[in-house]
């Protein structure tokens, strides 16, 4: 069992910067491939962001090359998602998850075990 705890959201303008964490317990964090998501209202949960277990390989949805870093700290079971020059698109409740192995493919919610309660960015024009 994994549970994930999000911080980090909160309000900021458009072009601003927010670092999300996710703090994950148990001691099996290591083995874990994690992802972000979003979620807009009145929209499916999309991918945003994916990292492997050592952190060797990422991932990233093509609205957000260039503009977010997804990171791992295994000593500190913690994943981080630096937003860099947000947009008021950016704007959702962002989720975090990890998942053992892949079947489909890291950008699918059906692929990962466990989920974060969210937390709201909001990027203000």
């Known amino acids: 069992q994994v549970q994930l705890v999000e911080s980090g959201g909160g309000l900021v303008q458009a072009g601003g910067s927010l670092r999300l964490s996710c703090a994950a317990s148990g001691r099996t964090f290591s083995s874990y491939n994690m992802g972000w998501f979003h979620q807009a209202p009145g929209k499916e949960r999309q991918f945003v962001a994916a990292?492997?277990?050592?952190?060797?390989?990422?991932y990233y949805a093509d609205s957000v090359k260039g503009r977010f870093t997804i990171s791992r700290d295994n000593a500190k079971n913690t994943v981080y998602l630096q937003m860099n020059s947000l947009k008021p698109e950016d704007t959702a409740v962002y989720y975090c998850?990890?998942?053992?192995?892949?079947?489909?493919?890291?950008?699918?919610?059906?692929?990962?075990?466990?989920w974060g309660q969210g937390t709201q960015v909001t990027v203000s024009s």
């Open positions: 998850a990890a998942a053992r192995f892949y079947g489909v493919g890291y950008a699918y919610t059906s692929d990962y075990d466990y």
């Open positions: 990292i492997s277990q050592s952190g060797g390989s990422t």
